[in-house]
T-cell receptor
Framework: QKEVEQDPGPLSVPEGAIVSLNCTYSNSAFQYFMWYRQYSRKGPELLMYTYSSGNKEDGRFTAQVDKSSKYISLFIRDSQPSDSATYLCAMIRIIQGAQKLVFGQGTRLTINP | ETGVTQTPRHLVMGMTNKKSLKCEQHLGHNAMYWYKQSAKKPLELMFVYNFKEQTENNSVPSRFSPECPNSSHLFLHLHTLQPEDSALYLC?????????????????FGPGTRLLVL
């Protein structure tokens, strides 16, 4: 079983729609949760970072963490064509005294004008 | 130049060639990383350097050889690669590889080198 599961998609929605991207994880030791966005032919860039269960909002983006269900989500409101990218969830746990960052497979998202 | 840069952006090599990938970070960070990104697979961490010392090697074959001469530069030397090594190789940096968690671990990625092994 993979430590972090993420549906690779592809996911295609019309402009203006609300997008929901999700990841599940199996190890309750994960403490920090992140979402990265990766445009074609670019490296991933950090989009949002959360620690505790609950919601964190940044403009059109909301990151949600449910530690009891081992489930994280990223919501994009009023989606724009410029949001078309691959979204990777990532999470950190401590192993042997050091941080270990584990990525999901990434979900490819297309917003159609 | 700002952020994390990588050269070359694209590389085609034969299985008997020797080549090197270069990464440079302009963020004043102390930790640097090599990742491999293959289609339909999660990012795979290959090597970690913290304050120029290698701290992680995730069972990477010896045909990949990293080098970190200082905190700003990271190389990945390649020799006798296999076609299955074709992938996007990403470099990243972070403030440190600290234990406290939080922003210290936030990694900033370069654009990657697209490698094709024939």
């Amino acid at each position: 079983q993979k430590e972090v599961e993420q549906d690779p998609g592809p996911l295609s929605v019309p402009e203006g729609a609300i997008v929901s991207l999700n990841c599940t994880y199996s190890n309750s030791a994960f403490q920090y949760f992140m979402w990265y966005r990766q445009y074609s032919r670019k490296g991933p860039e950090l989009l949002m970072y959360t620690y505790s269960s609950g919601n964190k909002e940044d403009g059109r983006f909301t990151a949600q963490v449910d530690k009891s269900s081992k489930y994280i989500s990223l919501f994009i409101r009023d989606s724009q064509p410029s949001d078309s990218a691959t979204y990777l969830c990532a999470m950190i746990r401590i192993i042997q005294g050091a941080q270990k960052l584990v990525f999901g497979q990434g979900t490819r998202l297309t917003i159609n004008p | 130049e700002t952020g994390v840069t990588q050269t070359p952006r694209h590389l085609v090599m034969g299985m008997t060639n020797k080549k090197s990938l270069k990464c440079e970070q302009h963020l004043g960070h102390n930790a640097m990383y090599w990742y491999k990104q293959s289609a339909k697979k999660p990012l795979e961490l290959m090597f970690v350097y913290n304050f120029k010392e290698q701290t992680e090697n995730n069972s990477v074959p010896s045909r990949f050889s990293p080098e970190c001469p200082n905190s700003s530069h990271l190389f990945l030397h390649l020799h006798t690669l296999q076609p299955e090594d074709s992938a996007l190789y990403l470099c990243a940096s972070s403030q440190d590889r600290g234990l406290a968690g939080g922003p210290g671990e936030t990694q900033y990625f370069g654009p990657g080198t697209r490698l094709l092994v024939l």
